[in-house]
């Protein structure tokens, strides 16, 4: 499947189908996990797979149920240890192993939390030095969606989208980056577009500075997620954005790289985090 294929396919799955997943497909989706995990940053996040009956009774039934969730027995838990962008590396690489989730059939819902402590923390065995920012429920989506999750869909605004001039910007943010002047980037900017944010605040903004070809990535932090301390989700929803738009450019051979730029513009509403720059 193409990487925008499964970007468009992929939604929050809130209700779990009964049907255990394949073994091939497991399989397929463990070795995917059990390799090595790099962030365009270099941290190196690890994932585990807990299974439901890995807590008590007691704790099972209320994780299963986590929130909106329905029927989870299987949970995506990716750990990293802090450092300078950890949550963008940690987005990056585990929205990476959710598109590939999408691509086997499976449903993923990212949920972000406090997870520091707790049953999931004791379940993998965390260390004093690791953080634990979110968990995904992982199973075969079911045929109807649950009226919670409709509604929790609906409260959210979960299919709605952000237009191209709220969040893409040619040279300076007065300026909106239009899809014609987007051009060989105008999939992959799309693909950003679509993709999921805690509490669906597409919190991304991103300024192309057309001379240098460079595209410069920064977050509009809203003010609830700023008291969130070292587990900023909002960083773990750039991090999501920078993988949608590395995956389509790789599929489509355009090359480049990310780095810090310290001659990045300034703009007083927004933190910037990072940009992508296009190979000469
Ligand atoms: C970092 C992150 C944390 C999230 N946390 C939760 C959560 O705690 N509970 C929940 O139901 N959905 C959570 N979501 C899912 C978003 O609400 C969802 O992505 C958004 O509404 C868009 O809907 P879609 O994913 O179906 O496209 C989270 C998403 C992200 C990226």
Redesign the pocket.
């Known amino acids: 499947m193409i990487v925008t294929e499964i970007i468009k396919k992929r ?2 799955c ?1 209700t779990y189908s009964e049907k255990s997943i394949e073994d091939k497909v497991l399989q397929e989706f463990v070795t995917i996990l059990n390799s090595v995990h790099k962030g365009p940053f270099g941290n190196q996040p690890k994932f585990r797979l807990i299974h439901i009956t890995s807590f008590t009774p007691q704790e099972g039934e209320k994780l299963g149920t986590y ?2 969730i329905k029927n989870a027995r299987l949970f995506l838990v990716g750990i990293i240890k802090d450092g300078p962008l950890a949550m963008e590396d940690y987005g990056y690489c585990k929205e990476e192993i959710i598109l590939k989730a999408t691509a086997l059939g499976l449903g993923t ?5 406090t997870f520091q402590s707790g049953s999931f923390a004791r379940a993998v065995d965390l260390q004093k030095d690791e953080l634990l920012p ?1 968990i995904t429920p992982i199973g075969y989506p079911a045929q109807r969606k649950s009226l919670t999750e409709k509604m ?2 609906g409260f ?1 605004g ?1 299919d709605k989208r952000k237009k191209w001039a709220e969040i893409f910007f040619a040279d300076d943010f007065a300026t909106p980056l239009t899809q014609t002047h987007a051009g060989i980037y105008e999939e992959a900017l799309e693909n950003i577009r679509l993709a ?5 605040k597409q919190p991304w903004r991103i300024l192309y500075d057309a001379k240098h070809n460079i595209f410069h990535f920064f977050i509009m932090r809203s003010f609830s997620y700023k008291l969130m301390g070292i587990v900023s ?1 909002q960083d ?2 750039l991090g ?1 954005v920078m993988s949608h738009f590395s995956l389509t450019l790789q599929e489509q051979g355009i090359k480049g790289k990310w780095l810090v730029d310290p001659n990045a513009p300034k703009e007083k509403t927004l933190d910037y985090i990072a940009s992508w720059q296009a190979e000469k």
Request: a positive charge; glycine letters at 12%; charged letters at 10%.
């Open positions: 939604f929050s809130r929130g909106v819902c990212w949920l972000g939390g979110t929790m869909r959210a979960s999921p944010s805690a509490s669906n989700l773990v929803d999501i």
